[in-house]
């Protein structure tokens, strides 16, 4: 079993950087949560803890105390640079050679990232922050963008941008360490609102029937109380979300079908926009 510490940078009384609306204590848990959302979805063979979960403040040591005692076997600690540059870079410490496991990690994991970000690649580097210093394990920071370039903060406002952004973290983790992908027939009902775990982002391969429903212009809402958040999709699949809802928030019904098997409302957000959500009771309702 391999275990993954995910570190949301900053949080609680540390904001981070800030810019353009944005506070980086947010956007790395949101990043975050996304990452270990993909990778639960997408392979087995792991578990994932985090150093945070919510807005709290987590002194350094105690993040890197937090993945030591639990005898991890990657630490990723993600963060939101600033400074008005722009693009993607991470780190390593600055002690090790570039041969080292921890430096081969992260050339796989660098690899994946930039595949799914179309910004400027700035890098691999290596530094003495203090995460890096006091962890056990193979170590790693990622500065997702900058904060205060509005060019890079207006993708971290896209939900389907950070999507791609935790993306390329799970796609690189698991490649790292060789997780085994779970199948396309998973149960897309039974153990998490996401739905299966086809790694298809399209609808072209998906089984698709029309039920129609007498709830059309009702609200239906999350009751998903997961901290990952219910996710919805721009085109009828059950893979790679376009974002999520939290608890309490939702859209008015369109209509209802089956895709590949299982329920799924069409629904309509304020803008007229048509997006695809789970219809399961267990994960919405309609009011």
Not at 16 to 41: M, P, Q, W
Not at 114 to 140: C, E, H, I, P, Y
Not at 175 to 182: D, Q, T, V
Not at 188 to 193: E, I, K, Q, R, Y
Request: net charge positive; proline share 2%; no cysteine.
């Amino acid at each position: 079993m391999i275990k993954i510490f995910i570190d949301p940078g900053h949080g609680g009384s540390d904001l981070g950087a800030v810019g353009n609306g944005l506070r980086e204590k947010d956007v790395t848990l949101n990043i975050s949560k996304r990452i270990r959302k993909y990778v639960n979805d997408h392979f087995e063979g792991h578990s994932i803890r985090m150093s945070r979960s919510d807005d709290q403040t987590v002194s350094l040591s105690q993040r890197t105390t937090l993945a030591n005692n639990w005898g991890a076997d990657v630490f990723v600690s993600v963060h939101v640079n600033a400074g008005g540059g722009t693009g993607y870079e991470d780190f390593i410490h600055r002690s090790l050679s570039n041969t080292s496991s921890t430096a081969k990690l992260r050339d796989i994991i660098h690899a994946e990232i930039v595949k799914q970000v179309d910004w400027r690649n700035r890098g691999k580097k290596k530094a003495n922050f203090a995460v890096l210093r006091t962890s056990k394990m193979s170590a790693m920071l990622t500065e997702n963008g900058f904060i205060d370039t509005k060019a890079d903060a207006d993708k971290l406002k896209s939900s389907a941008f950070l999507n791609r952004i935790a993306k390329g973290h799970g796609e690189g983790i698991a490649k790292a360490f060789n997780l085994k992908r779970k199948s396309s027939g998973s149960n897309a009902d039974s153990s998490n609102p996401s739905g299966s775990t086809s790694n298809s982002g399209s609808n072209e391969n998906s089984t698709i029937k029309w039920l129609g429903t007498d709830q059309k212009g009702r609200r239906v809402e999350s009751i998903y109380r997961g901290s990952d958040g219910l996710n919805y999709y721009d085109s009828p699949r059950w893979s790679n979300p376009s974002g999520i809802f939290n608890y309490g928030q939702g859209w008015i019904i369109d209509n209802k079908y089956v895709v590949d098997g299982y329920p799924m409302y069409r629904v309509q957000n304020s803008r007229k926009q048509l997006f695809w959500i789970t219809a399961s009771s267990k994960y919405v309702r309609v009011i």
